[in-house]
């Protein structure tokens, strides 16, 4: 069975204290991970889709990496603005479906 | 563009009554998707449709629950009766196939 698992559940930094939150998954036939941004009482906003182990996209303090096992989704130098829930998903096989991860609920403190 | 609509936004209803969740999609977007999140199981598919078409439905939690798509720009989710362990926010999402656009949900509450 499909599985995604991320950590961990809720992660507390300090205004410009970097640190990454870790999405590993079961799949077979892995076509892409997907990391999703969601604010309280709003839907998730895509973020970033990776297709294949060893490849990296950045956008502004945030950058996502995918090996044959997990994801990682790094914060350099984290905003208050940061806060949010983090959400992993993957694409595998034949499916159009997104298997979604719990989410790891990051909040930065000034 | 005004993104994927919901409506309504919240829901509040009494055990045993008819809920009809709505969902107006991105135009030209030939999916659309139902999950529904809960702090316990996160989001779930529920069902999803391509071309109007259901796909894939085996997240369905049971016969009470049903989602239609007649057409392009809008589908229904509906669950009769509904049931207190219902309660949760149930998101739309459209796509062309990577990277889904949700909706802002709609918050059920089964009292």
């Known amino acids: 069975e499909d599985q995604v698992t991320q950590s961990p559940e809720a992660l507390r930094l300090q205004e410009g204290e970097s640190s990454s939150l870790n999405c590993s998954y079961t799949?077979?036939?892995?076509?892409?991970l997907f990391w999703y941004r969601q604010d309280p009482g709003k839907g998730p906003e895509f973020l970033f889709t990776l297709y294949s182990a060893g490849e990296e996209k950045e956008k502004e303090r945030l950058k996502a990496t995918l090996t044959k096992k997990e994801s990682f989704l790094h914060i350099t130098a984290p905003k208050p603005e940061d806060s949010a829930t983090y959400l992993c998903a993957v694409q595998a096989g034949s499916t159009d479906k997104l298997i979604f991860g719990t989410g790891t609920r990051l909040q930065v403190f000034p | 563009d005004a993104g994927v609509i919901q409506s309504p936004r919240h829901e509040v209803t009494e055990m045993g009554q008819e809920v009809t969740l709505r969902c107006k999609p991105i135009?030209?977007?030939?999916?659309l998707f139902w999950y529904r999140q809960t702090m316990m199981r996160g989001l779930e598919l529920l069902i999803y449709?391509?071309?109007?078409?259901?796909?894939?439905d085996s997240g369905m939690p049971e016969d009470r629950f049903s989602a239609k798509m007649p057409n392009a720009s809008f589908s229904t989710l509906k669950i009769q009766p509904s049931e207190p362990r219902d309660s949760a926010v149930y998101f739309c999402?459209?796509?062309?196939?990577?990277?889904?656009?949700f909706g802002s949900g709609t918050r059920l509450t089964v009292v």
């Open positions: 135009s030209g977007h030939d999916y």
């Open positions: 449709f391509n071309n109007n078409v259901p796909i894939d």
């Open positions: 999402a459209s796509s062309e196939r990577w990277g889904y656009t």
């Open positions: 799949v077979s036939g892995l076509r892409g």
